[in-house]
């Protein structure tokens, strides 16, 4: 039986033993049925517990067994990581679509209301030009940015240029703007 067990196992390497044992099992069957045959006897099963190697060739295989399951977590782990920060990125990219587009709306929803006031005030008020109103208009303005800041905890130092001439020069300058992105409308088409 060693013998046979020991001309088979030499040309195995050790996980394909473990997986063939009855490969081997056979082999010995085979050899020691004819041999206990011409006795009288007829052996009709082998059966191999277990397959012990050496200690240092188990240690061995325990190391190779746990660096392919590293590295197969660690593969895993990097598509994790890397389906995470895609998603993660999508998800930026969305708010920031919404974030716009929630902009967009607020502002045009400004233009309308600012639209209204002004064409109801200069009908309502006899006298006063639509440049009144909207001088008027960004003057509130003006002041309501200031007093937001003022609230606002995270801010520590505003320094605005104050009074009545600073806050008509901050009105002229809007209008020019708004003039000279009209004009420049016009000339592009």
Do not use: C
């Not at 006031?117 to 109103?133: P, Q, R, W, Y």
């Amino acid at each position: 039986m060693f013998g046979v067990v020991r001309a088979l196992v030499p040309r195995m390497n050790l996980d394909d033993l473990f997986e063939q044992k009855g490969k081997a099992a056979k082999a010995v069957l085979e050899d020691l049925g004819k041999v206990m045959g011409d006795y009288g006897y007829s052996i009709e099963h082998i059966l191999m517990v277990d397959i012990i190697p050496d200690p240092a060739v188990r240690a061995a295989m325990n190391e190779i067994n746990a660096a392919q399951r590293l590295h197969i977590a660690g593969v895993y782990k990097g598509e994790a990581d890397k389906i995470l920060q895609v998603k993660r990125e999508e998800a930026e990219a969305e708010s920031k679509y919404l974030g716009g587009v929630g902009v967009a709306r607020q502002r045009q929803a400004i233009t309308d209301g600012l639209r209204e006031n002004i064409l109801d005030f200069s009908h309502k008020v006899e006298g006063t030009s639509a440049m009144e109103v909207m001088d008027l208009i960004m003057i509130k303005q003006y002041f309501d940015t200031i007093k937001d800041l003022g609230n606002s905890s995270k801010n520590t130092n505003v320094f605005i240029p104050d009074g009545p001439g600073h806050v008509k020069d901050i009105g002229e300058q809007i209008r020019n703007w708004l003039m000279e992105a009209s004009s420049a409308q016009l000339n592009v088409e």
